[in-house]
């Protein structure tokens, strides 16, 4: 399968990218709708990964201060690499953009992936939207 990943703003990604988050966070993981979407998502570099039919397949975003946030991979295509793309494209960006670290709050059940990347575990679990997290952090350069 070909694959595209664009990098963008939320005007030019966004409703793709919703869509996905949508489906993952709200619909599969019962995360109160008006949780979803932030007033961060205006100001994010949005990533979008689809295949060569258009259908997305995965997304994530970078705010201003290195936090990567919103990543999802659709049900179906998840342990195909997709997720680790969209990171990786994250990273290199927030790396290009000067940032030390790049921090994220990881729900637990998908922290062993977010240490597949080189992140660590920063602090204790907590509790956001109703689902387990914890802090990490990649440290660039």
Do not use: C, N
Not at 4 to 30: C, H, I, K, N, P
Not at 46 to 74: N, P
Not at 125 to 136: L, S, T
């Amino acid at each position: 399968m070909t694959t595209v990943l664009r990098l963008g703003s939320w005007d030019e990604l966004g409703e793709q990218a919703y869509r996905l988050r949508r489906s993952v966070f709200v619909e599969e993981q019962g995360v109160p709708v008006e949780l979803e979407h932030d007033e961060h998502d205006a100001t994010a570099l949005h990533a979008l990964l689809s295949d060569d039919k258009g259908m997305v397949l995965a997304t994530g975003r970078l705010l201003a201060d290195g936090h990567i946030g919103r990543v999802a991979v659709l049900a179906q295509q998840r342990g195909q690499g997709h997720g680790r793309r969209v990171m990786r494209a994250l990273i290199e960006e927030a790396a290009r953009r000067g940032h030390a670290f790049v921090i994220l709050h990881a729900q637990t059940d998908a922290q062993a992936f977010y240490a597949s990347l080189g992140f660590e575990p920063v602090g204790e679990v907590f509790m956001e939207a109703g689902i387990p997290h914890v802090g990490m952090r990649l440290k660039l350069g």
